[in-house]
């Protein structure tokens, strides 16, 4: 069983900053295809991006590329996510998720195993 807590979600302003990050209890993190997705009220659940076990591979959904910057640091078991040049579209709740199945990059949230509860981000205008 693994367990997933995100933290680092808040209000900013367009244009500001956040870092979340998802610390990892309960199995083997350096061995784990991790992956950050977001749901806005009434929308679809959204892939964001993904990073591999080793950290060398990294992929991003198109809207993000530039401004987002996932990371992980597997001696804190932990996973982050950097957001940069927020906008108002970037409004969700932010989901940390583990896949254990995969050694590479995935893409789908079916693929993943296990999820934590979410941390809200809201960009206001």
């Known amino acids: 069983q693994v367990q997933l807590v995100e933290s680092g979600g808040g209000l900013v302003q367009v244009g500001g900053s956040l870092r979340l990050s998802c610390a990892a209890s309960g199995g083997t993190f350096s061995s784990y295809t991790m992956g950050w997705f977001r749901q806005a009220p009434g929308k679809e659940r959204e892939f964001v991006a993904t990073?591999?076990?080793?950290?060398?591979?990294?992929d991003y959904a198109d809207s993000m590329k530039g401004r987002f910057t996932i990371s992980r640091d597997n001696a804190k078991n932990t996973v982050y996510l950097q957001m940069n040049s927020l906008k108002p579209e970037d409004t969700a709740v932010y989901h940390c998720?583990?896949?254990?199945?995969?050694?590479?990059?995935?893409?789908?949230?079916?693929?993943?195993?296990?999820w934590g509860q979410g941390t809200q981000v809201t960009v206001s205008s």
């Open positions: 998720a583990c896949a254990i199945r995969f050694y590479g990059l995935r893409h789908q949230g079916f693929d993943y195993d296990y």
């Open positions: 990073i591999s076990w080793s950290g060398d591979s990294r």
